[in-house]
């Protein structure tokens, strides 16, 4: 036999047999952009988001953000572009425009959401909260979206903890994570679970001095708000974004994706956001508080 074909033939070996989860975990780990966007798509399509010379894409479960899901043909036509899909939805909270808004009891939803009129913090570790949340997932699963892009987390901190201590409500919210991502993961494997804001759960261990363990095996990433720049240009200088930057940079450390995302008009203060953020192995996007447009990033047309 000769030498090049025996050669072929190992090598197509080892490709076949390396499990389909080697090349998604890479894939993931190449990250290296993103866009951030969750109303008003052009058309009520994906076709600019997919056209976007970004490597992965959070977006909402639905064009209206309400009954009107993206379904499994539009994902998948952004994916074929090369993009690894999130699809964005709240735990912590829920919004008065969402279809499941009226199925949520009025004693499972605990005061509203401070600047956000339309939203009401919920009972998150309330098992009737479960059904919600696992249609979301569910949703997604289907209609083909690689993960979950998981908001209001903030909720365990924010929100009135009648009696509760602060580590507490912690492990409530790292208990309904860990749910969200076997429960997933169990339907498909190779689904993602980012969680925005609040780095710091990590920290939540009931062993003094150890990471918490359950919170770091349920997540693949994290997406961090107001990394440099919080709205309206304003520089993040406040102690809370420091120690948010620090425990980011430590789950970046452990393997995680971190996906920062800063809020800014001003040229320069584009640009130094993406160099920051950089800087420190955080994948960058900058955008408008908003977030109902596809941003450039400098340099990208």
Known sequence: MPLLYRLFLISSFFLINI??????????????SWVYQLTDYTDDKLDEIADAPFDLAVIDLARDGNTHNFTKTEIQMVKNNGKIVLAYFEIGAIEDYRPEWEAVPNDLKAGEVEGWSKEQYVKFWDERWWPIVQGRIDRAIAAGFDGAY?????????MPKNGDSSEQMAHKMVALIA??????????????IVPQNCPELYTWSYWSNKPNLTYLNAIDGLGLESVFFLSHDKAAKAPWCQENRNNAIALQKAGKLILGVDYAKKTKNILSSYQQQRAIGFTPYVSVRDLDRVSKAPGKQ
């Open 150 to 158: 998981l908001d209001l987390i903030t909720a365990y901190e924010e």
């Open 19 to 32: 499990p389909c989860s080697a090349f998604a975990d890479e894939k993931w780990q190449d990250v290296k």
């Open 179 to 192: 749910r969200i991502s076997a429960y997933a993961k169990a339907k498909k494997p190779q689904f993602k």
